[in-house]
């Protein structure tokens, strides 16, 4: 066989096999959502209080302590879990409590969820416990929102920024 009638054969399969790749990647269609629907995303992480509250030293105590060990409080590690609900229309959508991360559960706990939700205007309701209180809500917030249909609507949270944000 010569070298031609080999380029040839090994161009055509190279051919064969990149329109087949190029199917693929266009078929079958796949839809990231619903096309009549809005999506609407739960994104936050935020460390709850911790189990017991940080213990202050005496002058004493410190002093008593390695000088590289040397600190005015003294804190466990564990942090209490967080609870997170929302609403639309004043229907509960979903309520999560989220566990701690961390090998020691002192790290801040995550949540990340979407929902489907019909387009239009919606009365939107987020609440987060953080603390150890057995009712009632550390933050929260009622807002007023357009859903649109095929776009994605954001709910996060930052504590230092005030609490939820809605976008």
């Known amino acids: 066989m010569s070298r031609m009638v080999q380029y040839a054969v090994q161009t055509l399969c190279f051919g ?18 619903p096309a009549g629907a809005a999506v609407v995303k739960l994104s936050l992480s935020h460390a709850a209080e911790r189990v ?4 202050t030293l005496t002058p004493q105590e410190v002093a008593a302590l390695a000088p590289n060990m040397r600190q005015t409080e003294r804190c466990e590690r564990a942090r209490l879990p967080l609870t997170v ?12 409590e989220a566990p701690p991360s961390g090998l020691w559960n002192d ?7 979407t929902f489907e939700a019909p387009p239009g205007t919606h009365v939107l309701t987020a609440r987060l416990r953080d603390s150890a209180r057995p009712d009632g ?15 994605y609507f954001t709910v996060t949270f930052a504590a230092e920024n005030g609490g939820f944000e809605f976008r």
């Open 137 to 151: 809500w550390d933050y929260s917030a009622t807002e007023r929102v357009v859903f649109r249909a095929g776009r």
């Open 107 to 113: 790290g801040p706990a995550s949540v990340y969820e």
């Open 85 to 96: 609900e929302l609403d639309i229309d004043g229907q509960t959508l979903v309520r999560i």
């Open 52 to 55: 017991r509250p940080c213990v």
């Open 16 to 33: 064969v096999f990149a329109a087949f790749i190029a199917v693929l990647s266009a078929w079958p269609p796949y839809d990231y959502r």
